[in-house]
């Protein structure tokens, strides 16, 4: 790096994924909060089909509008060009062609990936800035990988000794109740049957590789199971049916350590509905004002130690890097369980990741400093 310059970040959001708009916000957050007299930003937005813009830098656009969520075309250039890898003539490439990485990226010093979900936080955006050279904020590709498939998540989650709740995989070709037409033999059929029936109603029912609750439904009965396997599929072709669980949703921001020190984690915060919703949905996440979170989390303080304690060995678990929110259920005779955990969690204004760590005594333009520093101290090459 040129040490007579500024640090140059570039702040990319938006994304393939559908979570889109939840990355705009964050991206505007990030934008609005991140410290100028240090570094110089560069905005980049993906759009939803994969175009990558070098887009305008007013982080007041990116913001819920009249209950309207915002997209990258709110700060998108009106004179952009489709280059996917040089400059043309003598302007400047402010945008690529679908499947290309943007040159600007190469005079950059650091990326942060505001990017949730598939193609964004699987490790797909990860991949293409490690070929690329550049380094950037979060979990590698493995951990990405791993941390965005539910089941994989838990199984390693339950190789480290990290209690989960009970659960079965829907695989494209499985069958579930009241399904007729298939071509899985009769007993994949009965077992597939069984084990679903065998962990009780209700169920929760969501896209094994989603985020934000998008696609997430619960189901009381097997035409409530059908229909939900069916709306998570509109998602992803896998599914997690999960037995539901009568607990409080804690949660916990982790950062890694400083200079190979163990990761740090905050308070944790209790979810709190009171819009009337069932969970906490997509809705009661981003457009219910009513829903919140306490912190810290009204729970016994040995609780809060073992809960911070188990979301940092979450942490480890999956070889995160820089952040995570980790995410657990908490029972009334005090049986913690984990629930997942997020590599990229959501960086809006409203989202609980900041909050936590503002709770805890960090401010969100103190926590981009800190993982801007610790992406830029990261070797290079291999983890």
Known sequence: MNGERKIRVAVVFGGRGPEHAISC????????AIDRDKYEVVPIGITREGTWLQVSDEPAKLA??????????????PDAHVVPWAYQGDSAVVSSAPGHIPHVLGDVDVVIPVLHGPYGEDGTIQGLLEMAGVRYVGAGVLASAVSMDK????LIFQARGLPVGPYVVVRETSVVPEARETSVVPEARETSTAQIEALGWPLFVKPA?????LGTTKANDPQQLTAAIALAREFDPKVLVEAAITAREIEVAVLQGINGAPPDTSLPGELRLEGGEEFYDFEAKYLDQSSGMLIPAPIPAEDIARIREMAATAFNAVSAE???RVDFFYTADGEILINEIN??????????FQ???EATGMPFPQLIDRLLLTALNRRAGLR
């Open 25 to 32: 916000l964050g991206g505007g957050n990030v934008l609005r």
């Open 64 to 77: 819920i509008t009249g209950g309207e969520l915002p997209s990258v075309e709110a700060v998108a250039k």
């Open 151 to 154: 089941e994989y998540m838990k």
């Open 209 to 213: 590789r989603g985020g934000s609750s």
């Open 322 to 324: 820089g952040l995570a």
């Open 343 to 352: 590599t990229f969690p959501g960086m809006s204004p409203t989202s609980y």
């Open 355 to 357: 909050k936590m760590w």
